[in-house]
């Protein structure tokens, strides 16, 4: 998988209240800096708040912003005749 871009950032909204979820799930979020349902944050895009967010992908929704867009599984190929 190819790296994201340095200016790549990911806009992250709570939309779930993280009341009868776990406490590991309610410190992931506060982590990412939200603080309530509608609260956003935008953080870098990287492997670490990738697997943030991934852990609390019920609560949450993710947007990319800045930077290059993502081409993860949209690889362009050049043919060339033979």
């Given amino acids: 998988m190819a790296e994201p871009t340095t200016g790549a950032r990911l806009r992250v909204t709570q939309v779930k209240s993280t009341i ?10 506060r982590a990412l800096g ?3 349902i509608g609260s956003s944050v935008e ?3 990287n492997a670490a708040t990738r697997g943030m967010v991934r852990q609390v992908r019920f609560l949450v ?5 800045g930077g290059a867009p ?3 599984g949209a690889a362009v190929t050049e043919e060339t005749s033979k």
């Avoid at 009868?20 to 979020?29: E, F, L």
């Fill in 20 to 29: 009868s979820h776990i406490g590991r799930n309610r410190a992931t979020v």
């Fill in 34 to 36: 939200l603080h309530g």
């Fill in 43 to 45: 953080i870098p895009d």
């Fill in 61 to 65: 929704t993710v947007e990319e912003v």
């Fill in 70 to 72: 993502a081409t993860r």
